[in-house]
């Protein structure tokens, strides 16, 4: 019993790392700017299949890939950002969700075309026999998402903290024109926090990409589910995306073990309601939301 | 008035917008015979739908090199349904009202063939689906074929090979859409046939990231033997998990794997799976003599000149299709209800997926030697006794 | 005055038609589109509460009446009340406790709901069908008339149509309709001016669902069969885009979004492996430029010709 127990723990910690880490970059673009990208998901994709054709077809070494592919990914963050939220005359949060709706759409047809509908293995980045710990195995490759993870989030939240840069940027998403009234480049800010959490996705892909595979349509469910774990943690707060993403995974691997497997997506959402009903902003998020 | 004027002008240009959009010219020319397909060329069922689009084009394009069909050219009108019902159902519209086909080829899967039977038959339009649920074919509806293999079959076929290995308790673990519940209902169904138990049953989702849990839970009713039933990546990840999970019983496929691209993605973990396929993809190592070699290189040949990709297990369901119908068109002139008869009437047509004998009780058609036991070894399939 | 027109052009397109299966069906999806996107454009539009879980509602009305007929042999005419009833009574019990929520934690609610509502189309088997989706719905028949293909249908449809922007109108300009767009503009303030917001939400909330119900048992009784993989979280999205290109807060814009969404894949189809990048890029294109959605944007195209054309610009 302790053996299942334990191993349905594993099978949630993986899964919870991999929504913490997609969870992260819906929090960092929220924290600025107030918005949610429904593209998130594809730009997620998009880091791990750049990471396949920079690693595994062009021979590129891993470390040198990874910061390829994260600024790749981070300048087409730019370029949406620059040429698809900025352009919008009088911009309207549901008229911004539409355009990254059709961005996720654009950016999968993007996907398909370059890289063809099959699915492409990534090996992990360490060629480790799964570690057992009382009966129960874990992926080596689950441990490096959950080192990157709390790595990630201990450097954002040192960079909102202790950095001008950081403040300037935190400082945006509560009063965008006091902001500016300060001196802040609120353009340069948004532009910034775009960058990074499209960025932040880059990485996500690449971490993630030995477990899950990499094809163009692996964003939609992915984005998805690291929005209900930026949700459910409390949008904008960096530990709350984390806590979201493993109360979700661990959720859904309960479900699995103790219900059934058909039902766990039900299971997550039906959680994911109960807690919204008893803390409407998330678990740990402070500062409500803007209103449609 | 401004409000009201402002009104009407909108009532006014949406009405001109909507027209402009709605109405376009029907097609008349009649000098081809047409042929529909309508494939999920993307999306979730894209690896069906992709190949199936391009062998039905291949094949078109062949019958036509050769000079078409009593003297007239085919012509295929191919739409994405995106694996969508919705649209499925508009573009068998399209195909059927507007576009004037002949025949429709497809759809992909179960559930979008199923809301096409309807209009198929009410236009009186032969309908050969490439979907595996039984249900296409069961009850038999007068305009509705398939060419693809039944889940009855191919359950049917792992079975045989487990009885006679002596394995009595099994544990399922099926993705849970059309394809991987159509296959869970036969499997609980022919079990006792064939002296098993099913000890554990679960379901996974199409894109889910780790099976580890569900595996946990299998393994926990110690099974003799694991059947995955889904298509890829899901089974790849199953497979891996396995692995990582140091599972010792043996782990059996469905045909939905059945392409290079398994072992490809699963890499050693997919070493001593064992899956039912059709002779497509051994079609190297069978014998000369085998009575669908000859049938099977000139596809994969064919297929690889055309498109430069190896071959999946997928595409052959439309090619057949094609072919059969290049068969039942002969004298019909155009006529849909004769061709509807000439269908029923083919008899020993050897296809990429198997012998197709059709009858008036038969849409489906394919005989037993449309699967056959293969394990992976060294990285490639290796057929089994 | 509208309405008389707009049913006119109905029946004149009907007459038209007369034999045209093609069109006849094609304009009866857009009807159906249209009556979804006018329920949720009351919800979003006027009341300014997003819904990401709308096919749930779809879904229901449409499962509701498979069930009946198929599993209990019911007439259609019998299921039609249970199903918009149904769609009512869920809406009612789900939307108290999820319209407390508001932006983005709302739209996550919804979302939720729309989730588990598919995972229990898909898995509730018995009921359901399953993903394989539910079989041998029949189509609708009055007095021996066939309703359910061609013209009959396409009547049907958008005399619901109909009907229900006549409500809408009437419902716009009514003492809810002014609350509604008090909450729109301010939640607080109209609170405070004594409009019971909640029950006004609620109500919108329970009016779009029974509209969406209806669709879905229309849906439902002219395609014959119903699977899980017609009310999915991206088939909501599609709803929203709907209203917000067609433009928030106007019968009209829902009937226009609807339209553009509807077609926009059967135009698309020539691009084959590019289809998905146009797509995105009209759905991108579109709201960048005409952020007000289409029918404002052709209204304010027009009015600045217009005053171009008088010599004087106004603003």
């Not at chain 2, 994405?80 to 919705?86: A, E, I, M, S």
Request: proline share 4%; charged share 15%.
């Amino acid at each position: 019993m302790m053996q299942e127990l334990l191993q349905y723990l594993f099978a949630g910690i993986t899964n919870g790392a991999i929504y913490a880490v997609i969870a992260l970059g819906f929090s960092t673009l929220y924290n600025a700017t107030d918005l949610i990208n429904f593209a998130q998901g594809e730009f997620v994709m998009l880091g791990a299949l750049l990471l396949v054709t920079l690693w595994l077809q062009l021979g590129l070494p891993l470390p040198l890939a990874f910061v390829l592919v994260v600024l790749a990914v981070g300048l087409a963050g730019i370029l949406f950002e620059r040429l698809a939220i900025r352009t919008v005359r009088k911009p309207d949060p549901i008229v911004l969700v539409i355009i990254t709706v059709g961005a996720s759409i654009f950016l999968r047809g993007v996907g398909m075309v370059v890289w063809g509908r099959d699915p492409m293995a990534v090996p992990p980045f360490s060629e480790l026999e799964s570690i057992e710990i009382a009966g129960a195995y874990l992926l080596p490759q689950s441990l490096w998402i959950f080192g990157i993870v709390m790595i990630l989030v201990v450097a954002l939240t040192l960079f909102y903290k202790r950095t001008l840069t950081g403040k300037a940027m935190s400082a945006c998403a509560i009063n965008k024109r006091a902001a500016s009234l300060l001196g802040i480049g609120t353009e340069r800010m948004t532009l910034m926090a775009f960058a990074l959490a499209t960025g932040l996705g880059a990485v996500a892909g690449i971490m993630i990409a030995p477990i899950t595979m990499a094809t163009y349509d692996m964003g939609s469910m992915l984005g998805l589910k690291g929005f209900c774990a930026a949700m459910l943690g409390g949008l904008g707060s960096l530990w709350g995306a984390l806590l979201g993403g493993f109360v979700l995974g661990i959720a859904e691997a309960m479900g699995v073990g103790f219900v059934s497997s058909g039902l766990k997506d039900a299971i997550a959402f039906l959680l994911l309601l109960l807690i919204l009903y008893i803390r409407p902003t998330g678990i740990l998020g402070v500062k409500s939301s803007h209103r449609f | 008035m401004k409000a009201g004027k402002l009104k009407v002008l909108a009532a006014l240009v949406v009405g001109v917008a909507m027209a402009g959009l709605i109405f376009t010219p029907s097609a008349f020319a009649q000098d081809t015979y047409k042929i529909g397909g309508i494939f999920a060329v993307s999306g979730g069922a894209s690896f069906l739908g992709d190949p199936e689009k391009k062998s039905m084009q291949m094949a078109v394009d062949q019958i036509n090199a050769k000079g078409g069909i009593d003297g007239r050219m085919l012509e295929a009108v191919i739409y994405d349904t995106k694996g969508d019902p919705t649209e499925t159902v508009q573009f068998a519209n399209k195909l059927i009202n507007k576009d004037n086909v002949l025949a429709i080829v497809g759809p992909s899967t179960t559930p979008t063939t199923m809301p096409v039977i309807p209009q198929c038959v009410r236009a009186q339009l032969p309908l050969i689906s490439c979907a595996a649920g039984n249900g296409i074919v069961n009850p038999i509806q007068p305009y509705v074929f398939k060419t693809a293999q039944s889940d009855i079959m191919a359950v049917a076929t792992i079975y045989t090979y487990m009885q006679k290995q002596g394995i009595k308790k099994v544990a399922l673990l099926c993705v849970d859409n059309g394809f991987g519940t159509s296959g869970a209902v036969q499997l609980r169904e022919q079990a006792g046939k064939f002296g098993l138990t099913v000890v554990s049953d679960e379901s996974y989702g199409g894109k889910d990231t780790d099976m580890t849990a569900q595996l946990t839970k299998a393994r926990k009713a110690a099974p003799d033997a694991l059947v995955c039933w889904g298509t890829n990546p899901g089974p790849a990840v199953v497979a891996k998990n396995a692995k990582q999970l140091k599972i010792e019983f043996p782990l059996f496929m469905s045909h939905g794997v059945a392409s290079p691209k398994f072992i490809d993605i699963a890499g050693d973990a997919s070493e001593g799976i064992m899956l039912p396929t059709g002779a497509v993809l051994v079609a190297d190592t069978l014998p000369q003599d085998h009575h669908q070699k000859a049938a099977l290189d000139a596809y994969i040949n064919d297929f690889k000149a055309a498109y430069g990709s190896g071959v999946s297990g997928f595409g052959g369901y439309a090619y057949d299709a094609i072919k059969i119908l290049e068969i039942a068109l002969k004298g019909t002139n155009g006529d849909k209800a004769m061709l509807r008869d000439n269908i029923e009437k083919v008899q020993g047509y050897v296809g990429v997926t198997g012998t197709f004998n059709f009858s008036p009780t038969e849409h489906n058609g394919l005989g037993e030697d449309s699967f056959l036991m293969v394990r992976i070894e060294n990285g490639t399939w290796k057929v089994m006794e | 005055m509208v309405f008389t027109l707009f049913a006119a052009v109905i029946i004149c397109t009907g007459a038209a038609l007369e034999g045209d299966y093609y069109h006849e069906q094609l304009l009866t999806f857009i009807g159906i589109f249209t009556l979804l996107a006018v329920g949720l454009n009351m919800l979003m539009g006027y009341a300014g509460q997003i819904s990401l879980g709308h096919a749930a509602f779809y879904g229901i009305g449409a499962y509701t009446t498979g069930a009946l007929t198929v599993h209990l042999q019911w007439s259609p005419w019998a299921s039609l009340p249970c199903a918009l009833i149904m769609a009512g009574v869920i809406a009612y019990i789900v939307g108290k406790p999820t319209l407390k929520l508001s932006g983005y934690y709302l739209g996550m609610g919804t979302l939720g709901f729309g989730m588990i509502m598919h995972v229990l189309f898909r898995e509730w088997t018995t009921i359901t069908g399953g993903p394989n989706g539910l079989v041998g719905i029949p189509s609708l028949s009055l007095w021996g008339l066939d309703l359910s293909t061609g013209r009959n249908y396409l009547y049907v449809v958008w005399g619901c149509v109909l009907l229900t922007f006549f409500i809408c109108d009437r419902l716009v300009n009514s003492r809810v309709g002014r609350a509604l767009r008090a909450i729109h503009y301010s939640e607080q303030a109209a609170s405070a001016v004594g409009v019971d917001t909640a029950k006004a939400k609620l109500q919108v909330f329970v009016f779009s669902a029974v509209v969406a119900a209806l669709a879905g048992f229309l849906y439902a009784h002219m395609v014959m069969f119903i699977s899980p993989g017609t009310f999915t979280f991206l088939a909501s999205v599609k709803l929203v885009a709907m209203v917000v290109i067609g433009g928030m807060a106007s019968i009209w814009g829902a009937l226009l979004g609807a339209t553009f969404l509807t077609l926009l894949p059967e135009h698309l189809s020539v691009f084959a492996d590019y289809e998905m990048i146009i797509y995105g890029g009209i759905l991108m294109g579109v709201m960048i430029f005409l952020p007000q959605g289409l029918t404002r944007g052709v209204l304010d195209i027009y009015e600045k010709f217009r005053a171009k054309r008088k010599g004087t610009v106004e603003d």
